[in-house]
């Protein structure tokens, strides 16, 4: 075999090893990160990774309602440690960090992992979440654990339809659009018509005291 067949043929391996590497990680922890699409935010600080973070909000825009983060949080250290608070620096906005058992820490075991967002997972609202960013941008998201401190993102916005719905806020219903009331142009229709209903008869009058001056005249001769 030629050098350059050789090399060809090496290269060929190293391609089909990486992408069993990729495959094997992705049935992995990596599988059950809310099954978001791979580009979505992510870092790593330590034995900490953080990935797909997400800030999902109402479905319609300029709805006032809640909204959510959603992110896988990793520990690869052999202690557990807490996820304390979550925070949207440059916002007012205030995040109420809850567990999946509803009260307690929010524990991410020794190499382990904690889901936020989704039914059964623990759940990150956003209460004023029209202070988070407006949809299509990006909002830098702060998530504060006990061993290794904050660890920052910047996460996406999008809104809770769709692929995210499942992970998102509780959706607040879009109010109804003003329109006109139905019932101003039948009544104004019904006024006017009233209206000529008493010419009508006024006219009618009119026309009854001709016949009964004739008769009278005619009386008179």
């Not at 996820?83 to 960090?97: H, Q, R, Y």
């Not at 109010?175 to 008869?201: I, K, L």
């Amino acid at each position: 075999m030629s050098r350059s067949l050789r090399r060809g043929a090496l290269a060929a391996t190293a391609i089909v090893f990486s992408v069993a590497a990729l495959s094997a990680c992705g049935a992995g922890n990596d599988a059950q990160t809310l099954q978001i699409r791979p580009d979505n935010a992510a870092v790593t600080v330590d034995d900490v990774k953080i990935q797909n973070a997400l800030v999902i909000t109402q479905p319609e825009r300029g709805v006032k309602g809640p909204a959510a983060v959603s992110a896988t949080v990793f520990n690869n250290a052999s202690q557990p440690q807490t996820l304390d608070a979550i925070t949207l620096p440059g916002t007012s906005a205030t995040v109420k960090l809850t567990p999946a058992g509803g009260s307690g820490a929010v524990t991410v075991p020794a190499n382990g992992s904690v889901v936020i967002g989704g039914k059964g997972n623990v759940t990150a609202v956003i209460e004023n979440g029209t202070e988070a960013a407006g949809l299509g941008d990006a909002q830098k998201v702060v998530f504060k654990l006990s061993r290794t401190g904050e660890v920052a993102l910047e996460a996406f916005v999008v809104p809770a339809e769709g692929y995210f719905e499942e992970f998102g806020p509780e959706v607040v219903p879009a109010p109804p659009s003003a329109t006109p009331s139905a019932s101003a142009s039948p009544s104004g229709e019904a006024g006017h018509g009233s209206e000529h209903g008493e010419d009508g008869a006024g006219h009618g009058s009119e026309g009854s005291a001709t016949p009964s001056g004739e008769a009278s005249h005619e009386a008179g001769h």
